[in-house]
């Protein structure tokens, strides 16, 4: 915990729940955002496949500027912001593996557990 700074079980929760909320609309949004890029992918083969592989080009470019000239923020613990290093079109024909980003509990964390966090 930040030196000064008081620990408030309630405004703690507060902050928790406030999380939730904010953490099921990014789920969402991440959702939709793959939706989107899979759809232009299959955009993309289709121009290409019709001969127009310098516009399924320039969607390419069109997508990777999208997200040029937002800035990081600074993170109040002083490591990285929140961020997405790579987000891309999934493969249809292959199964989301999520085994590697088995994330541990709330409850794993010393203040999960005092907090009763969930």
Same mark, same amino acid.
């Given at each position: 915990? &930040? +030196?000064?700074?008081?620990?408030?079980?309630?405004?703690?929760? /507060? !902050?928790? +729940? /406030?999380?939730? /909320?904010? *953490?099921? *609309?990014? $789920? /969402?949004? #991440?959702?939709? $955002?793959?939706?989107?890029?899979?759809?232009?992918? %299959?955009?993309?083969?289709?121009?290409?496949?019709?001969?127009?592989?310098?516009? +399924?080009?320039? @969607?390419?470019?069109? @997508?990777?500027? %999208?997200? $040029?000239?937002?800035?990081?923020? #600074?993170? %109040? =613990?002083?490591?990285?912001?929140?961020?997405?290093?790579?987000?891309?079109? &999934?493969? &249809?024909?292959? %199964?989301?593996?999520?085994?590697? !980003?088995?994330?541990? &509990?709330? =409850?794993?964390?010393?203040?999960?557990? @005092?907090?009763?966090?969930?």
């Amino acid at each position: 915990m &930040p +030196s000064g700074v008081f620990f408030n079980q309630a405004a703690i929760q /507060t !902050a928790w +729940s /406030t999380f939730k /909320t904010h *953490q099921s *609309q990014f $789920l /969402t949004d #991440l959702g939709n $955002l793959i939706t989107d890029l899979t759809n232009m992918e %299959a955009d993309r083969d289709a121009l290409y496949n019709l001969g127009a592989g310098d516009v +399924s080009d320039w @969607i390419q470019q069109f @997508i990777q500027r %999208a997200r $040029l000239g937002y800035q990081p923020r #600074l993170s %109040a =613990s002083g490591g990285p912001p929140a961020q997405i290093v790579q987000v891309q079109a &999934p493969n &249809p024909n292959v %199964a989301r593996d999520t085994t590697a !980003a088995v994330q541990p &509990p709330i =409850s794993a964390t010393a203040t999960g557990q @005092i907090c009763n966090l969930s």
